[in-house]
């Protein structure tokens, strides 16, 4: 099975909150990441969280972690049309999930 | 530092053509990372190199792929020959593993179409 899973798609209306899930097999992941994807580009570090913590809010941004069910979350508050991108989870051993797209529809 | 750098950005060739795409690291990362990106299957990785050695090849597809480091400031991925399933999107990153939440930074991609 794949090291780090997360649903493909997400769909969300302008000003609603979002958020995208994430399952991971490492148990032993010092730090856990989240990548945003623009159209057209590269993978760019959006946030992360060291595994001690439960909860890391930074702006918008809130991400979550339960580690006794190796689940990780990123919310994102008052989502807008610029948000629109693909999210990857990605665990501390450098492997990273499919993505999830996100629509955010006006 | 200009980031990790790949070439070409955009490549069109016929089935059956060899296809090399190049990347630049970061100067001073010791991980180099070869991804790819279709709609299908999303992001996958493909091999990845620590200080010029390969560690972990059990994403590449098939024998028509491989990869090179000759240095620490230049990798390659070759295709031959290729074919229209490997039309995507390769990425390249780099990794310093002393930065404290080792962060990857990608380059923006080769996008290849195989007709």
């Known amino acids: 099975g794949e090291d780090v899973e997360q649903s493909l798609f997400l769909s969300v209306r302008e000003g609603d909150s979002s958020v995208i899930n994430c399952t991971y097999t490492d148990s032993s992941s010092t730090y856990l990441y989240w990548y945003k994807q623009e159209p057209g580009a590269g993978l760019q570090l959006l946030t992360y969280i060291f595994s001690n913590m439960d909860m890391k809010q930074d702006q918008r941004l809130t991400v979550l972690l339960n580690k006794k069910d190796k689940h990780l979350s990123l919310r994102i508050a008052d989502t807008q049309t610029g948000d629109s991108a693909i999210y990857f989870c990605a665990s501390n051993d450098m492997r990273f999930g499919a993505g999830t797209r996100l629509t955010v529809k006006p | 530092d200009a980031g990790v750098i790949q070439s070409p950005r955009h490549e069109v060739t016929e089935m059956g053509q060899e296809v090399t795409l190049r990347c630049k690291p970061i100067s001073g990362h010791d991980y180099l990372f070869w991804y790819r990106q279709t709609m299908m299957r999303g992001l996958e990785l493909l091999i990845y190199?620590?200080?010029?050695?390969?560690?972990?090849d059990s994403g590449m597809p098939e024998d028509r792929f491989s990869a090179k480091m000759p240095n620490a400031s230049f990798s390659t991925l070759k295709i031959q020959p290729s074919e229209p399933r490997d039309s995507a999107v390769y990425f390249c990153a780099s990794a310093d593993p002393m930065r404290p939440h080792n962060e990857q930074f990608f380059g923006p991609g080769t996008r290849l179409t195989v007709l």
């Open positions: 190199f620590n200080n010029n050695v390969p560690i972990d």
